[in-house]
């Protein structure tokens, strides 16, 4: 079964640091754009950022604007996503998303970061 893989989530104090990564297991795509979407404890998922895969124009989401940076590896087919300045409000499922046209579009299942106030 193909899917998205993520990596690299845990429990870090604030102030601190985490990297994630995403790349699909099973086959290789072609994709349009890559993003990591969130989702907090009683709350909707919300977009994070976004990086289009050809020409790697970015996007982020107001609340992290200057503390992530998303960012691809085209020969492996990954995203990663560099979280600095961790405050307790980022703490969530990390998600990601990979667009591959049209309606299609893959998601992971999620990687837990903890931030410790």
């Known amino acids: 079964q193909v899917q ?8 870090v104090q604030t102030g601190g640091s985490l990297g994630l990564s995403c790349s699909a297991s099973g086959r290789t795509f072609v994709y349009l754009a890559m993003a990591w979407f969130r989702q907090a404890p ?25 503390r992530f940076t998303i960012s691809r590896d085209y020969a492996k087919n990954t995203v990663y996503l560099q979280m600095n ?6 703490t ?3 998600y990601c998303n ?3 046209g049209g309606a299609a579009e893959l998601w992971g ?3 837990q ?4 106030s």
Request: charged share 30%.
């Open 109 to 111: 299942k999620g990687t």
């Open 98 to 100: 990979a667009n591959l």
């Open 42 to 66: 009683g709350k909707e998922r919300e977009f994070v950022a976004r990086i289009r895969w050809r020409g790697g124009d970015t996007s982020y989401a107001d609340s992290v604007k200057g």
């Open 4 to 11: 998205l893989v993520e990596s690299g989530g845990g429990l």
């Open 92 to 94: 969530a499922v990390y």
């Open 113 to 116: 970061v903890t931030v410790s």
């Open 85 to 90: 300045n961790l405050e307790p409000e980022d």
